[in-house]
């Protein structure tokens, strides 16, 4: 498929197929179907949440010069999450935000998205998506990635509702 | 953390901490709620969440689910008083029950929040036990 800014996808049935734990070394084993005691068993593991690579060249003088990766301090901003039938997608680093979209589980007719955000002490502010029609009556999800980006203040919050689906989940930009 | 929010319960597993942080006040009728989750190490840090009426005798049961990077997926429910156990169903296909701690807030409000480790494992449904 390939991926315009926004649009309505039929067929997607999966509700928050887009959730995906990262791979970080640790792992839950959780009983299989339905508990009867209260408890979440956690296997705890050596946590390597972040991987580092590390390179060494050997200098013609025989001094070694160390190029590389490493996991930064920087609190990565990328963020996924679904309150309702709505989602927020925000991708970033740092105060930076580079993409901002939403989606929206269902067919509820023509919408649009709203993305909201608020920088501490100020109010709301608002971005108005282009509406959205379905081209038939079959389930699907709503999609606008024209989300605002750029530079936000620490602890801004940002947050996405439609104008017919329920749900308004939100992230903060911190550093 | 988010100037007008109030600290509701602070956990932990190994080197994964979070803590559930909701308003002191309701904006334009609608309670925002966030948990903000960090690993000790490496400093990955994230707070996301949701809005909107707090949890009422007809909508009992609110959650949120996402991930970030460098982070487990995390689920945050928020419940009515009355509601004493939610139920999650993972990916998996597992159901998780999860108690409910008494209220956390002057509203009456329940607050529960923690991590899903394993790849791909995410929450798809949240509903009263």
Known sequence: ?175 | MLPGFSAISNSEIGDLSWTVWTADELDDGQLFTYVERWFRENKAHATSGFAGPPPSVVDRVQWWAGGSTSLPAFWLVRTHSEVEAVVLRLSDGVLLRVTMPAPGDGRGVRYQAGPVFGDGISVLEVREA
């Open chain 1, 1 to 175: 498929m390939v991926r315009s800014r926004w649009g309505f996808v039929v067929g997607a049935a999966a509700l928050l197929a887009g959730i995906q734990a990262p791979a970080n070394g640790l792992g839950i084993a959780p009983a299989q179907g339905p508990v009867s005691a209260d408890r979440v068993v956690v296997v705890s593991q050596a946590a390597t949440p972040t991987g580092g690579v590390r390179i060494t060249y050997l200098r013609p003088d025989g001094t070694t010069a160390t190029a590389g990766w490493e996991p930064t301090s920087i609190a990565p901003l990328s963020a996924f999450g679904c309150n309702g039938n709505v989602c927020i997608d925000v991708q970033g680093t740092g105060n930076t935000v580079v993409d901002w979209g939403t989606k929206a589980i269902g067919n509820v007719g023509c919408q649009r998205a709203y993305f909201q955000f608020k920088v501490p002490y100020a109010s709301w502010q608002s971005h108005e998506g282009p509406s959205i029609c379905p081209k038939d009556s079959r389930q699907g999800v709503y999609y606008d990635y024209t989300g605002p980006t750029g530079w936000f203040a620490n602890n801004t919050q940002l947050c996405n509702v439609w104008s017919k689906s329920s749900g308004r989940p939100c992230e903060t930009v911190q550093s």
